[in-house]
């Protein structure tokens, strides 16, 4: 995976996935869901993320209350330690990751806490959530950053005659 010749891509595409998500806003097509789902899954089975990883290299999931308590758990540490040595509160006081990469990744892009990764990780990139119009501005940041979210992109301008 090339992750400089996404990014390029992506920045070239900026500003019409943009247009496309505030397109697809205003008129919140009935099948958008389900659409998107089946980009979703065309992109994972051309991106394999163990060749990628580039979420969990340059940007932090949020973690949450629970996350600490099951991680801490799995990792046989007091949930306070565990915050001590890895997390932050954010300006939105949200807990976040004080390192990129995330200190759990790998250098074979594997995750060391997979089976109890935080739910923002497990969720991550949410282009199979319902109601995907609600995150279709946050979608316009990821595509910079996830490239299945580029190939979802990239589909919906296809599906939808929107201008590339
Ligand atoms: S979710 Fe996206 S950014 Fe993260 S590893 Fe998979 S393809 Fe890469
Ligand atoms: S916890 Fe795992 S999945 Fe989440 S960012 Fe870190 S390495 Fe990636």
Do not use: W
């Amino acid at each position: 995976m090339d992750l400089n010749k996404h990014k390029q891509f992506a920045l070239e595409h900026l500003k019409s996935n943009k247009k496309l998500a505030q397109t697809l806003i205003k008129r919140k097509p009935k099948d958008l869901d389900r659409i998107t789902a089946d980009l979703h899954v065309d992109a994972f089975d051309e991106i394999d993320c163990l060749d990628c990883a580039n979420c969990c290299k340059s940007i932090s999931p949020i973690v949450t209350d629970k996350d600490i308590q099951r991680i801490a758990k799995h990792l046989r540490k007091k949930p306070s330690d565990l915050v001590e040595e890895y997390l932050y509160l954010d300006n939105e006081g949200d807990y976040v990751f004080k390192s990129q990469p995330c200190p759990f990744l790998g250098s074979d892009n594997y995750c060391s806490i997979y089976s109890v990764r935080p739910k923002a990780c497990a969720e991550y990139p949410h282009t199979d959530r319902q109601k995907f119009y609600q995150l279709l501005n946050l979608s316009v940041k990821n595509t910079t950053i996830c490239p299945a979210v580029s190939h979802v992109f990239e589909g919906l301008k296809e599906n939808y005659n929107i201008k590339k």
